[in-house]
């Protein structure tokens, strides 16, 4: 998951496995949540994201989680391939409030084949 | 789709030297962001722009002017470069409103020498 401090979070999986990414937001009236994914060499790319109003949500191969309770929005891959390798990204927001969100500091995703 | 192209992949320069930055979103979006990226510190955000010839601080605006002179442009300006500096520089933009997932350009990897 998140963690603050100068080295990111490293998730490694075997191919073909699922995979958890954690993310714990700080902002209780955060409304807007989107996951990244940032390859290497590369910009950050949306993935997927989920309104306060849901507490599921999927994709292709992705399902975001969220838990206001908690404060805390997890990211699952099915069948996680080498292509997945990558930094993932949580970021909130507050809809209709400032259009700047606050990113988390990323979790690296590493794929064995 | 939405493309953020940005200038330069890789620029190198020397101390001193004024650096430009530049950035161009096709999608008619009101924001326009810049970010540096540097290891285990995630995204910090540098300026920001809602609109054509307004511009905000960032959380680290300190070395860095900007300028957005169109819509669809958004400059960096490194008045006067210096190794701390050295960094990856992520553009992105955003449509505004209650849409505020962000798009990003691909990174300029800069090096101060």
């Known amino acids: 998951g998140e963690s603050v401090g100068l080295h990111l979070p490293t998730l490694s999986v075997q191919e073909g496995d699922n995979s958890i990414i954690n993310c714990a937001y700080s902002?209780?009236?955060?409304?807007?949540f989107i996951w990244y994914k940032q390859e290497s060499g590369k910009g950050p790319q949306f993935i997927i994201d989920?309104?306060?109003?849901?507490d599921k949500r999927q994709g292709q191969r992705v399902t975001v989680l969220l838990n206001k309770t908690v404060k805390h929005l997890s990211l699952q891959i099915a069948a996680t391939q080498p292509g997945d390798s990558a930094v993932y990204f949580c970021?909130?927001?507050?809809?209709?409030?400032?259009?700047?969100?606050?990113f988390g500091r990323g979790t690296s995703l590493i794929v064995h084949p | 789709d939405v493309k953020v192209t940005q200038s330069s992949r890789y620029l190198v320069k020397r101390t001193g030297e004024k650096v430009f930055l530049e950035c161009v979103q096709d999608?008619?979006?009101?924001?326009m962001f810049w970010y540096r990226q540097d290891p285990g510190l995630g995204l910090r955000l540098i300026y920001f722009?809602?609109?054509?010839?307004?511009?905000e601080k960032g959380d680290i605006p300190e070395g860095y002017s900007v300028s957005r002179e169109k819509k669809e442009r958004f400059s960096l300006i490194l008045e006067s470069a210096s190794t701390n500096q050295t960094s990856m520089y992520l553009c992105?933009?955003?449509?505004?409103?209650?849409?505020?997932?962000?798009?990003f350009g691909p990174g300029t990897r800069l090096t101060v020498l």
């Open positions: 722009s809602y609109d054509v010839k307004m511009k």
């Open positions: 999608m008619d979006h009101e924001n």
């Open positions: 970021a909130e927001n507050i809809m209709g409030g400032s259009y700047i969100p606050t």
């Open positions: 902002n209780s009236a955060s409304d807007y």
């Open positions: 989920i309104r306060s109003n849901m």
């Open positions: 992105a933009s955003s449509l505004g409103g209650n849409r505020n997932e962000q798009f």
